[in-house]
């Protein structure tokens, strides 16, 4: 029960700061265009509680999924309401209305662009003190002569000692030519690497060691009692090396009870486990719940207000990219709704405060997404009516704004049913399945 509330004041909060953030974009750039605000109104109607500064009421409803900000003349579709008042929204430039609209994204993006620069510039990043590849057969880091094992010194001149350096460094290469310089059996190589094209890389990738970083609470290496630090070094009889060793060998063994051998303080310990199973069919793996050791790099102001930039610029073509795939049905059923997001909210509050942050603004970047997508009574099916409002001269008519939004309505419920189903078949029917198994 405790876990529960917890979970729920946890999503109520992140909820509600999201909400905000979005609702005062709108909200800030309305007063600005000199636009009445009417009401500004966390959550959905009935009215909880609520007061009136100035013109305006502001207030906490009882339907939390979300809040509006209402402005003067301006109903849900078209501006009916309107008297011609030069306060009132419709009365306003194209230019004015789209800012008031593309207001509340853009400040979703900007907390998320905050959150992810104060997170690196506080806690830094995480990384693997290692710079040692196991390129991809056929790549062309194998064709260029790079074998397993070999530990890359300099990208293009630059010195990396660490997976950050290495990555930041490859990635200021854009994909053109790179010049390496390469440790093997402690003789310095150059290995020139050409440029890839939008689609590939160079098929390099880390050789990390089987140190234990991160345990997952409830997963079956916390179970076993393995900590941060242990080394693994057998699974299921297989004496494993490297990370992708270990990683195969518990991937091979869903749901199996297996032997397993790791160091802890130069003792050798040994025990069984059973990684859990995820998916299904012939694509069913093993996990246990750990991730690669980890140490902390500290992150200047510069490079992680850059790094911050990256990174909601690299989120957005993420989400993107899976929205464009979500007909698939691989896809569309890892959806989640309320329920994933309150699982998550939950699980990166319990973790501490950086996770949560990163959560909340990873969710914040999903949400001004999600609001920008061409769909009427979302900020995007706004905007989509106001451009079309500046190449024709004059607004829609209301007959086509009113079918578009109804249109818009069912596809919303449409997106409503399917991820709650979603959430309802992975939260409770899983659960009651594996009461009877």
């Excluded at 790179?178 to 690497?193: F, G, K, P, T, Y």
């Excluded at 607004?395 to 399917?418: A, H, K, T």
Aim: proline share 5%; charged share 20%.
């Amino acid at each position: 029960m405790l876990d529960f509330l917890s979970t729920m004041v946890s999503f109520i909060i992140a909820l509600g700061i999201l909400v905000f953030v979005h609702e005062l974009g709108h909200f800030l750039v309305a007063k600005k265009a000199g636009i009445r605000v009417e009401r500004f109104s966390l959550g959905y109607p009935p009215k909880m509680i609520g007061f009136t500064y100035g013109e305006t009421e502001y207030c906490i409803s009882w339907v939390p999924f979300g809040g509006y900000v209402k402005v003067a003349g301006m109903a849900d579709v078209g501006a009916e309401d309107a008297t011609g008042a030069e306060w009132e929204f419709p009365s306003k430039s194209v230019t004015t209305r789209i800012g008031v609209i593309a207001a509340g994204p853009v400040m979703n993006f900007l907390f998320a662009f905050v959150a992810f620069a104060l997170l690196y510039n506080a806690y830094g990043i995480d990384t693997i003190d290692s710079t040692q590849v196991n390129p991809d057969a056929g790549s062309i880091a194998e064709e260029r002569g790079l074998i397993n094992g070999d530990r890359i010194t300099r990208v293009n001149g630059a010195l990396v000692s660490n997976a950050f350096e290495l990555s930041q460094a490859l990635g200021i290469a854009h994909g053109g030519p790179v010049a390496l310089e390469v440790e093997r059996n402690r003789q310095l190589l150059s290995v020139d690497l050409p440029a890839v094209d939008d689609e590939g890389d160079y098929g390099l990738r880390l050789l990390l060691p089987t140190t234990v970083g991160n345990v997952v609470d409830g997963m079956p290496a916390a179970d076993l009692g393995l900590t941060s630090g242990d080394q693994i070094t057998g699974i299921a009889g297989i004496t494993v090396d490297t990370w992708t060793q270990m990683r195969e060998a518990i991937s091979a063994h869903p749901d199996e009870e297996v032997t397993i051998v790791w160091d802890r303080d130069g003792q050798t310990m040994d025990g069984l486990i059973t990684p859990r199973g995820i998916g299904s069919g012939e694509d069913r793996f093993g996990q246990i719940g750990i991730s690669p050791y980890a140490s902390t790099t500290p992150v200047g102001f510069m490079d992680a207000t850059e790094m911050a930039l990256t990174n909601v610029v690299a989120s957005s073509g993420l989400i993107l990219e899976f929205l464009g795939r979500i007909y698939q049905p691989e896809n569309y059923s890892q959806v989640g709704g309320p329920i994933s997001i309150a699982k998550m909210a939950g699980d990166t509050a319990e973790r501490g405060a950086r996770d949560y942050i990163n959560f909340l603004a990873q969710l914040s970047v999903n949400l001004a997404i999600l609001n920008l997508l061409p769909i009427p009574v979302l900020d995007g099916g706004h905007l989509l009516f106001l451009m079309m409002e500046a190449v024709r001269g004059k607004p829609p008519s209301v007959r086509l704004r009113e079918i578009s939004q109804q249109v818009g309505l069912v596809l919303l419920l449409f997106i409503m049913v399917m991820v709650t189903f979603n959430d309802l078949n992975r939260h409770v029917v899983d659960r009651v399945v594996k009461l009877f198994q």
